[in-house]
């Protein structure tokens, strides 16, 4: 698990130091990133139980508003994963959530915590050093059984669009 956050920290200090700036980082540059942090979160979560990933997934998303945005050039990677709790589960996925976010701030992560209505309660986690936000969202059992939703978002960077060869490439 540390190799993990270890290689992202690695990513994250090289584009620090290349002089990248959010606003200026390809978006190429911020995939690795995002994903590294994704895996990881997975690796924690899902470590030492018999949880079961239901999907996943990694693509580009625009990152501003139509109106800022009429052409989608904006874009942030973003990967997720789905991890499906058990039913009969000792703790309840709020347990689960709230120890993932407190594994996170125990490596310098900062985390905040919103109750979301039907959705549940989404936990962000930020860190100054780093180019990610991450949030966990907890969804209690609705018939479907309970599941945890992990979102790694990378910045918002300048692309070609979301028909550009440079967006598809990646998205493959």
Not at 18 to 30: D, F, K, Q
Not at 62 to 90: I, Q
Request: charged letters at 20%; aromatic letters at 6%.
């Amino acid at each position: 698990m540390k190799h993990t956050y270890a290689a992202a920290g690695v990513i994250c200090a090289a584009l620090a130091l290349s002089g990248c700036s959010a606003a200026s980082s390809e978006l190429l540059a911020t995939k690795s990133p995002t994903q590294l942090l994704r895996n990881e979160a997975a690796n924690r979560l899902l470590t030492g139980t018999d949880d079961n990933v239901g999907a996943q997934d990694d693509y580009s998303a625009a990152c501003k508003s139509d109106t800022d945005d009429p052409e989608g050039l904006y874009r942030s990677w973003r990967s997720t994963l789905l991890a499906e709790v058990p039913d009969g589960t000792a703790i309840g996925v709020d347990q689960f959530v709230g120890a993932l976010a407190t594994s996170f701030s125990e490596d310098g992560w900062v985390f905040t915590e919103e109750h979301q209505g039907a959705v549940g309660k989404v936990t962000t986690m930020t860190r100054t050093d780093s180019i990610v936000t991450m949030t966990f969202t907890a969804n209690e059992d609705a018939g479907e059984g309970a599941s945890v939703y992990i979102e790694a978002i990378g910045p918002c960077v300048l692309t070609g669009g979301p028909d550009s060869d440079e967006v598809k490439n990646l998205e493959k």
